[in-house]
Nanobody, 123 residues
Framework: VQLQASGGGLMQAGGSLRLSCAAS????????AAWFRQAPGKEREFVAA????????SYSDSVKGRFTISRENGKNTINLQMNSLEPEDTAAYYC?????????????????WGQGTQVTVSS
């Protein structure tokens, strides 16, 4: 599986952005997928994850209620809708996938990673 993230950019605080992650591979619909982010000088941290069926999701406390993860298996795409953006959301955002695995917040669980897409939120 190859992953390609897009949709990052510069936004003012309070605004919205939508990230997308396009995946190759016919069986991507069976993968658990997630978004992580990494700010300069900080560890990569979990943001959100979604099971292959799309019926189960998980969010970090810092984004819960503001971000929504979704997937379109027919299009091999994972999306992250980010609303009410805060300067603290500034980071490079990475999509990741794990074949058949449970939802996990641990980056070590995910075998496939896309390149990062930069999100910058100004105050």
């Amino acid at each position: 599986v190859q992953l390609q993230a897009s949709g990052g950019g510069l936004m003012q605080a309070g605004g919205s952005l939508r990230l997308s992650c396009a995946a190759s591979g016919r069986t991507f619909g069976l993968y658990t997928a997630a978004w992580f982010r990494q700010a300069p000088g900080k560890e990569r941290e979990f943001v959100a994850a979604i099971r292959w069926s799309g019926s189960t999701t998980s969010y970090s406390d810092s984004v819960k209620g503001r971000f929504t993860i979704s997937r379109e298996n027919g299009k091999n795409t994972i999306n992250l809708q980010m609303n009410s953006l805060e300067p603290e959301d500034t980071a490079a955002y990475y999509c990741a996938a794990d074949k058949g695995g449970p939802l996990s917040t641990a980056k070590s669980r995910y075998d496939y990673w896309g390149q990062g897409t930069q999100v910058t939120v100004s105050s």
